[in-house]
């Protein structure tokens, strides 16, 4: 029921969730930038939405105040063992290196927990770049690029990498439109700007002057 009111809470919160890039095949230790709330529930919505097992690493304040999140793949900061054990077992294991949420720009100084987990559990370290952010619908819409799997001294400048080319996507995208290149994977589609939806087309009837609607 919990991971139901998740996805829902995604599904309906955000106008959906597009990615593009390649993804692990099995147990993977993914270190997405951490700039909007949703992150976290973006990440687990992609993952259940593949059939995938989830870990997601939280600070301990985080999970004091919402502990049932443990039962949907939540591990504290300081649970490393558990996270390796975890992608061992083919589980993507989330760690935000940057360690908090953090102002939207450019990856922040990251901590070393993404790297070490991956090392330990012999499995792919994948920068992920996250962008969830208002364009042309009245909701929010959550974007993420992966990258190639890196080594720990290389996260900082692939995430980097991957983020500036998200960045560079949305800025020449239109913004009434999907990315191009972006494959839909949650949510509702986006409907057609030059085709207005249901309601839109009926108001448009009752308001038209009687002229208007005669022709």
Do not use: C, K
């Not at 919505?45 to 999140?69: I, K």
């Not at 993507?92 to 953090?102: M, R, S």
């Not at 839909?184 to 030059?194: E, I, K, N, Q």
């Amino acid at each position: 029921m919990l991971r139901v009111s998740i996805r829902r809470s995604v599904r309906t919160g955000l106008g959906g969730v597009w990615m593009r890039g390649p993804l692990p095949a099995g147990g993977a230790v993914l270190a997405p930038n951490h700039h909007s709330w949703w992150d976290g529930y973006v990440m687990g919505e992609l993952t259940w939405g593949l059939g995938g097992d989830f870990r997601v690493l939280m600070t301990g304040w985080q999970l004091a105040h919402y502990p049932f999140l443990r039962r949907v793949g939540a591990l504290g900061a300081d649970e490393l063992r558990a996270a390796v054990r975890g992608a061992r077992a083919g589980a993507w294991v989330v760690v935000f290196p940057e360690g908090a949420l953090q102002p939207a720009g450019p990856p922040r100084e990251l901590r070393p927990g993404a790297g070490w987990i991956a090392r330990q559990a012999g499995v792919p370290l994948v920068p992920v770049a996250v962008r969830v952010g208002l364009r042309g619908r009245p909701r929010p819409e959550a974007y993420l690029r992966f990258g190639a799997p890196t080594t720990a001294g290389g996260l900082a400048e692939a995430l980097a990498r991957e983020l500036g080319a998200l960045d560079t996507d949305l800025a020449a995208g239109d913004p009434e439109r999907p990315l191009a290149g972006y494959l839909h994977v949650s949510g509702t589609p986006l409907p057609d700007p030059a085709r207005p939806d249901l309601p839109s087309r009926l108001l448009t009837r009752l308001t038209q002057p009687a002229t208007g609607r005669q022709r």
